[in-house]
């Protein structure tokens, strides 16, 4: 179990952290969210050691982590960091004997990321020739080749195709399955709904929510009713009752109007009045806000 507990850190006289703590379990993913600037890569950063904090405590199964437990982290960084010059396969290898694999372990455990991340066909070629999104797979495979304890992956969606992104959605959920706490942050959030057991938005160095994103729905006060309405005349959605969040309406070439309106209700029954007396009621249901609904809530 990963614990980072009251995390602090400066950069002169910026605050980056201002007490971070957030917690992931064996077999969990989790997802780190949160604007540009949030402090985001720098709590990463203080997970792995490659930055030292200003106060604060990061623990592993308990314990102060300190090097040696941090060479069984796997991570991979916002900044990359691949040798531009050295070739997929034998990259790959170096990271795992640097990760205290044997050569003959190290090249077995590559073989399978290689073929598992469909870079077997890159494998002789120089990491500069790739392209960006088969440079993140190397990352990848770089993160995991010594089979890691945790992980930790900065961004690791950003800027890959559909299909590599399930690639890597497959590889993590494997981890996680094995028992392995699988940490990221994205700034997509339909995948980090998609794929995270919990989630942490953090704002200006702090942590202003968390839990699972069903936990962030029951705390999101505003809820929220999705109508459709055919053959109402203009205007009768003024008459509802509280907030219009979306409202989206047509009117087809035999004059038929279809209306569809996201409203937060002060009251849900007369909202259903109003919608019955202008027009064909044809939906009328509360809607569940996404992550990305949840997040633009918090972060305001
Ligand atoms: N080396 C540095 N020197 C000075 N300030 C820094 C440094 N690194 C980060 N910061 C500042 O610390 C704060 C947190 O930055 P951080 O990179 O951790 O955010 P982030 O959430 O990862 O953002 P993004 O989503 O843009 O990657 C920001 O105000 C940033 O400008």
């Known amino acids: 179990m990963l614990e980072v507990d009251g995390l602090r850190k400066r950069y002169g006289d910026t605050v980056a952290l201002d007490g971070v703590s957030l917690t992931v379990r064996s077999g969990e993913m989790f997802g780190f969210v949160g604007a540009n ?75 399978e990321l290689i073929e598992r991340l469909s870079l077997t066909e890159r494998r002789g070629d120089d990491v500069d020739s790739l392209s960006l999104g088969n440079q993140q797979r190397v990352q990848l495979a770089v993160a995991l080749i010594h089979g890691p304890e945790l992980l930790v992956l900065d961004e690791p969606f950003s800027g890959l195709d ?29 995948l980090v709904e998609r794929l995270c057991d919990s989630v942490g938005i953090i704002k200006a160095g702090r942590m202003i929510a968390g839990g699972t994103v069903e936990e962030l729905r029951a705390r999101e006060s505003r809820k929220r009713l999705r109508i459709v309405v055919t053959g109402a005349l203009p205007g009768w959605a003024d008459r509802l009752p509280g907030e219009i969040v979306a409202k989206t309406d047509r009117t087809f070439g035999d004059g038929a109007r279809y209306d569809e309106v996201i409203l937060t209700p002060t009251d849900d029954q007369e909202a259903l009045r109003v919608a019955a007396q202008a027009g064909q009621v044809q939906h009328f249901a509360w809607q569940e806000p996404s992550l990305a609904e949840i997040f633009r809530e918090v972060v305001a």
């Not at 604060?56 to 314990?63: L, S």
């Not at 300190?66 to 070739?87: N, W």
């Not at 299909?163 to 959030?189: C, M, N, T, Y």
């Open 37 to 111: 600037g949030a402090g985001k890569t720098t709590t990463m950063r203080i997970v792995m050691g490659v930055l030292s904090s200003d106060g604060g405590e990061v623990r592993w199964n308990g314990d102060r982590a300190g090097h040696e437990t941090r060479r069984r982290f796997g991570y991979m960084p916002e900044e990359r960091g691949l040798y531009a010059k050295m070739r997929v396969g034998e990259q790959i290898e170096y990271f795992g004997r640097l990760g205290g694999m044997s050569p003959q372990a190290a090249k077995r455990s590559a073989d």
């Open 162 to 190: 559909p299909i590599a992104v399930d690639a890597l959605a497959g590889v993590l959920a494997e981890r996680k399955a094995a028992g392995v706490p699988v940490v990221f942050s994205s700034h997509q959030l339909d």
